[in-house]
């Protein structure tokens, strides 16, 4: 009986059009290569530019539960996001965004501090299902009159004992030379890393720029070709937003996808599933 009435409810949402919100079809990097079957952990990663949670929709409003819910709604046990407003004058004096946001996901939390903003802060955060140590917080090059922009860097205590470095950020778009160089410092702060990275981030530029050139050095890419685009929220057009990992460390992409949520924020979420193998 509990089925049936599960299964007349989804109808008449469908009936009344609500099922018109649901995301579409994951889009794959390789859905004809298959995926080797390796013992390993496998994790969910986010990466979300989430505008301060005002949707471009609605000038002015905070809504904070409404990235929560496209965060909870994606699984993802590790998140990036971008444009966070903690207890300033534009969001609230009262709210710090980064830990309302953990509190409604239940995540372990850290919010690194790009600039002070209006009274308050504004920078970006690292959720995590996880366990979470070494904080850190980077200061990345900047140009006079750009906005200060930071690499976060946090180990993550993952399942079966693994660890990993996840870390957020957010680059310049004023500058293609600044977004180098700052692109250069990531490279270098990981350099003699012995664990293995994945790196999460609105990287302001496209993925035949020179940063994302100067970053593939370094690390795989979830979308290796054709990434999807993560902008304008409606009739995106640019994929700026990637999700990356360190190369030769055990990494593997199992799918890349480009969530289509177009109310809460003036980019659209992107989600990757990884494996660590040994």
């Known amino acids: 009986m509990k089925n049936l009435r599960y299964t007349i409810s989804i109808f008449l949402i469908c009936l009344f059009g609500s099922c018109a919100q649901a995301q579409e079809p994951s889009v ?62 534009r969001s609230g004096m009262d709210l710090n965004q980064a830990k309302r946001l953990a509190e409604l996901t239940g995540m372990h939390y850290y919010f690194s501090k790009g600039i002070d903003y209006k009274g308050g802060e504004y920078g970006t955060t690292i959720l995590s299902e996880h366990p979470i140590s070494q904080m850190e917080t980077i200061q990345l090059p900047e140009e ?20 990993m470095r996840f870390g957020n950020t957010h680059l310049d778009f004023t500058s293609d030379e600044n977004a180098l160089a700052q692109a250069k410092a990531i490279t270098a702060y990981f ?24 970053l593939d050095k370094t690390f795989d890419r979830t979308c290796e070709q054709g990434c999807p685009p993560t ?29 289509q949520e177009h109310y809460a924020s003036d980019h659209l979420p992107i989600l990757a599933k990884l494996k660590l193998v040994d």
Do not use: W
Request: aromatic share 4%; proline share 7%.
């Open 28 to 89: 794959s990097t390789d859905p004809e290569k298959p995926i080797e079957a390796n013992e390993g952990v496998e994790v969910k990663v986010l990466s979300y530019n989430v505008h301060h949670c005002n949707p471009p929709s609605k000038p002015g409003l905070i809504d904070v539960d409404g990235i929560a819910k496209v965060i909870i709604d994606s699984n993802a046990e590790l998140v990036g996001l971008q444009e966070i407003d903690v207890n300033n004058d």
């Open 144 to 163: 006079p009159g750009s906005e200060r922009r930071t690499l976060s860097v946090l180990t993550v205590d993952l399942p079966n004992g693994k660890k």
């Open 191 to 214: 350099e003699d890393e012995e664990l293995p990275v994945v790196l999460v981030g609105d990287f302001n530029v496209e993925s035949i720029s020179q940063t994302m050139a100067h």
């Open 231 to 259: 902008i304008p929220v409606v009739n995106p057009r640019k994929a700026i937003d990637f999700i990356l990992y360190s190369s030769g460390m055990g990494i593997q992409t199992m799918f890349h996808e480009v969530i």
